[in-house]
């Protein structure tokens, strides 16, 4: 359990790094993905609510 509790505490979460990842795939620009993945879990919502 401990490993896992600070694995989530020093890495980027799953909502950041599908935002990213999807980013990425949509637009191709590293900036964008980077401001997407600040946004995390935001960001994948609004695209699966907006942009399919």
């Known amino acids: ?4 509790h600070e ?3 020093s890495g ?3 909502g950041s790094a599908l935002a990213i990842a999807i980013s990425w795939s949509a637009n ?3 900036l964008w993905a ?3 993945g600040l946004l995390g ?3 994948v919502l ?3 609510l907006f942009k399919r």
């Open 28 to 30: 191709k620009s590293i």
């Open 1 to 4: 359990m401990a490993v896992q």
């Open 46 to 48: 609004y695209f699966a």
């Open 12 to 14: 980027i979460t799953f």
């Open 34 to 36: 980077i401001i997407h």
């Open 41 to 43: 879990w935001i960001y």
């Open 7 to 9: 694995a989530a505490r």
